[in-house]
């Protein structure tokens, strides 16, 4: 008894050997789901991935394909030019996007996407992040930004 509890204690022990650090946590409070990160660009990519990979594909495929782009890849593909040619992304932002997907990948989480006919990409994560700008470019009924969070990055938040 006394030997198949230390063989139990011995495996679940080196499952935590193996686990991946993931820099941040996710709770609920009052109805309402909390992420906390922290550590650097790549450490807080990685648990976002981590922890919300699941949710990411949800609205990558709900929200940006099926609603704002009528599950079009022409579509799409508009709007990652559109997104390629009208925002700079720092590196750091790149390195966050690029660990998400790796921590999704290492949860067994599925990257491929029928309408792309690929598995999304870091570029797919930084435009989910200014979608609500560029839908609003798109429109061509403003040139003002929209309230994503990648339109206040560096530059973006300069008065001229």
């Given at each position: 008894?006394?030997?198949?509890?230390?063989?139990?204690?011995?495996?679940?022990?080196s499952?935590?050997?193996?686990?991946?650090?993931?820099?941040g946590?996710?709770?609920?409070?009052?109805?309402?789901r909390i992420?906390?990160?922290?550590g650097?660009h790549q450490?807080?990519?990685?648990?976002?991935g981590?922890?919300?990979?699941e949710?990411?594909n949800?609205?990558?495929n709900?929200?940006?394909?099926?609603?704002?782009?009528?599950g079009?890849?022409?579509?799409?593909s508009?709007?990652?030019?559109?997104f390629?040619a009208?925002?700079s992304v720092?590196?750091?932002?790149?390195?966050?996007?690029?660990?998400m997907?790796?921590?999704?990948l290492?949860?067994d989480?599925?990257?491929?996407?029928?309408?792309?006919?690929?598995?999304?990409?870091a570029?797919?994560i930084l435009?989910?992040?200014a979608t609500?700008?560029l839908?609003?470019?798109?429109?061509?009924?403003?040139?003002?930004?929209?309230?994503?969070?990648?339109?206040?990055?560096?530059?973006?938040?300069?008065?001229?």
């Open positions: 008894m006394k030997r198949t509890l230390i063989i139990i204690l011995l495996v679940l022990s499952f935590n050997l193996f686990a991946k650090d993931v820099k946590k996710l709770a609920e409070f009052d109805g309402k992420l906390t990160l922290w650097t450490e807080r990519g990685y648990a976002q981590y922890l919300l990979g949710d990411f949800r609205v990558f709900n929200y940006v394909l099926n609603y704002e782009c009528g079009s890849l022409m579509v799409y508009a709007l990652r030019n559109l390629i009208s925002y720092e590196e750091k932002y790149k390195i966050e996007a690029e660990a997907l790796q921590a999704m290492d949860k989480i599925e990257l491929y996407n029928d309408v792309l006919g690929r598995e999304i990409d570029t797919d435009i989910c992040t609500p700008d839908s609003q470019m798109a429109t061509f009924m403003s040139s003002t930004m929209g309230c994503s969070s990648i339109s206040s990055w560096g530059q973006a938040q300069k008065i001229p």
